[in-house]
Structures are given as structure tokens and as C-alpha cells.
């Protein structure tokens, strides 16, 4: 908690020239920012999911099946639904405070086995 998930979030959405206010769907799940001319954005944070069915029930497969992006705080939680093509992005806070960011590209995983 509080490694800076939801800002590096905000700072992509910028890139993607999102004009909503980009903020942490905690007690939601999820939020949805628009952009214009193109397709919304998706944001979830699963921190509060205790069963994996919660995620399924509100219908995560159909977001992760659109042509929208989906950013995700705490994927973890639903390991076992997150498509094939997921880049995960670690970000771990160092001692002086100063963070790190760490990408890894499914595709070049998967190449280098």
C-alpha cells in the first residue's frame, strides 16, 4: 500500500489524454474514464475481493474481452482470470522512499523460456 499505484495509473491516463479525475476504485471495483474518440479506460483495484466469484459476478471477462485498456491495483487477487497478454508493472518503494518500476511483457516472458 501507497507504493504510488494509483498515480502511475493517473500519469498513463494523462498519456492517454483521459479528462476525467483519476482516483482509486477502492469501495467500487471499478471506474471508467473516458477519452475522446476512443474507448474508455478501466481501472480496478481488487484489494477488497475475498472470493474470486465477486469479480466474475460483476462480469470482469467482458471488460478484459473489449478493446479498452484495463489498469489493475492488486491483479494478484484474480491471478487465475487475467488474460495471457497482461503486462504486470511492480513497483517497489526503496528505503530513501524513491520507487522502482518493473515491467514484464508477456511476450518476451514467454520468448525467453
Known amino acids: 500500500m501507497g507504493s ?3 498515480t ?12 476525467d479525475t483519476v482516483t ?13 474518440g476512443s474507448t474508455p479506460v478501466y481501472h480496478f483495484d481488487f484489494f477488497r475481493i475475498k472470493k474470486i466469484t ?3 459476478d460483476f462480469g470482469i471477462e467482458e471488460y478484459f ?6 489498469f489493475m491495483e ?7 482470470l487475467l488474460p495471457r ?10 528505503p530513501d522512499g524513491s520507487r522502482i ?11 525467453a523460456q
Open 4 to 6: 504510488g499505484k494509483t
Open 8 to 19: 502511475f495509473i493517473r500519469a498513463l491516463c494523462h498519456e492517454m489524454d483521459v479528462a
Open 24 to 36: 482509486s476504485p477502492t469501495f467500487t471495483l471499478v471506474n471508467e474514464y473516458r477519452r475522446p
Open 54 to 56: 465477486e469479480v466474475l
Open 65 to 70: 474481452d473489449s478493446a479498452a485498456p484495463c
Open 74 to 80: 492488486w491483479p494478484e487477487l484474480i491471478e487465475p
Open 85 to 94: 497478454e497482461t503486462m504486470r508493472v511492480s513497483i517497489t518503494v526503496t
Open 101 to 111: 518500476i518493473e515491467t514484464i511483457d508477456p511476450g518476451r516472458e514467454a520468448s
